[in-house]
């Protein structure tokens, strides 16, 4: 079995964030996380509140989850900034964001979210010690503030310490934490608003994952940049890091790609699945717990929409709304009523049809087809939404009407 190893951003081979000290420690099978008996900072909120769903958005730091309703309404909730006004607080429901502003889509990152509203303005709040909400400041925001510069937003992913977004004229920026690159601007400078990704290309969506980027051209071809030791970039390489974005390689065409913690997966054209980077909890779903440096096929033959690659485990939906998850399973976080670890795809129990899914730390959520919302997986920080702080090991009802 493979170690599993820990960087932090100034690549040392130490604990990379203070969420994995506390939940996975620094090998390949995470340990049970520190409950707390209380909320860390104010009293556990548990009132209920709303639904029915339209996108859900699961934290890689396993401790909070945002989604927005068929009304878009941006709802957050677990431990952390849920964009209400107030300090860090734990709520094991959801909790309204403040402003009544209407989101088209919303992406919750490790201590910050970021949403894209129905008139292409881009707003994040949370943590900022890495300018990661690209409001040219290093304040933290209890509230959703707007996103430096005029230009109208299609697309938003936040990721770690950094966040990147498309422009409806198919510009990709970045911004935030820069040490290995993953702002994509041919620097390491942090930046505190959103810069252009060099090379030129036109991108038709981008994604944020912990020391590394992605996205995919208008020409269906993916692209990575930033942190590379774990082959997360897909190049062939373990570059300790890529300034500006290097093409995947395989010569395919994408759908659409994920970036996961140090792991990346990507849907074809043709409905494919593909996984690339550390594999050693089962994460690319070939069946083997190896490090992958180009792209692999997901075992089984599946034909998939969309998937999500989280820190340990990847989730996916098919193209007939099934929803399957694979990788580290120790919280639950595969929803196939177990907590073993797979190495290739499980179907997510309960017979759901789903309309979309997301893998975040240890939790995983999704939305079906009735756009009732379900999480399953770790709860410790009420990330599951279900009024609770139990784990659950299949999909279970986000509380609401």
């Known amino acids: 079995m493979m170690q599993f190893r820990c960087l932090t951003r100034s690549g040392l081979p130490v604990l990379a964030l203070a969420f994995l000290i506390a939940l996975a420690g620094c090998d390949q099978d995470p340990l049970s996380p520190n409950k707390p008996d209380a909320a860390p900072e104010l ?75 129905q008139t292409d303005r881009l707003y994040c709040w949370g943590g900022n010690s890495e300018a990661q909400l690209g409001d040219g400041t290093h304040t933290d925001r209890s509230a959703p503030v707007r996103v430096g510069g005029t230009r109208s937003y299609r697309e938003v992913s936040a990721g770690d310490f950094h966040s990147c977004a498309v422009t409806r004229d198919n510009q990709a920026s970045c911004w935030g934490e820069n040490n290995f690159g993953m702002v994509g601007d041919g620097t390491t400078a942090e930046r505190t608003r959103p810069t252009a990704v060099a090379g030129g290309h036109s991108f038709h969506s981008v994604t944020a994952g912990f020391l590394h980027s992605c996205g995919v ?36 065409t994408f759908l659409m790609v994920d970036a996961g913690f140090d792991h990346t997966c990507g849907v074809t054209l043709t409905n494919r699945a593909l996984c690339w980077g550390n594999g050693s909890d089962g994460q690319i779903g070939d069946g083997h717990p190896y490090k992958r440096l180009t792209p692999r096929a997901v075992a089984g033959g599946l034909s998939f929409e969309r998937v999500s690659a989280g820190v340990f485990h990847t ?26 670890r797979r190495f290739t795809p499980v179907a997510v129990a309960g017979g759901h049809f789903f309309q979309q899914v997301s893998a975040g730390g240890f939790h995983s959520c999704g939305v079906d087809s009735d756009s009732k919302g379900y999480c399953w997986g770790n709860n410790f920080a009420g990330a599951l939404g279900d009024g609770t702080r139990e784990d659950r090991h299949t999909p279970t009802p986000i509380v609401g009407p």
Do not use: K, M
């Open 217 to 252: 051209t208008t020409s269906n071809t993916a692209f990575c940049w930033g942190a590379g030791e774990q082959g997360q970039l897909g190049d062939g390489s373990t570059a300790r890091r890529r300034l500006e974005p290097v093409a995947v390689a395989g010569a395919r």
């Open 43 to 117: 009293a556990v909120t548990t009132t209920a509140a709303a639904g029915p769903w339209l996108q859900l958005s699961a934290s890689p730091n396993s401790d909070r989850t945002c989604g927005l309703t068929l009304e878009h309404r941006a709802y957050c909730w677990g431990s952390g900034y849920q964009g209400n006004g107030q300090p860090r607080t734990l709520n094991t429901v959801p909790v309204a964001v403040t402003g009544g502003i209407l989101f088209r889509q919303i992406s919750a990152g490790a201590d910050h979210t970021c949403g894209v509203t």
């Open 315 to 340: 989730c996916g939906e098919t193209t007939g709304n099934l929803a399957y998850c694979w990788g580290s399973n120790t919280y639950g976080g595969l929803g196939d009523g177990t907590t073993e």
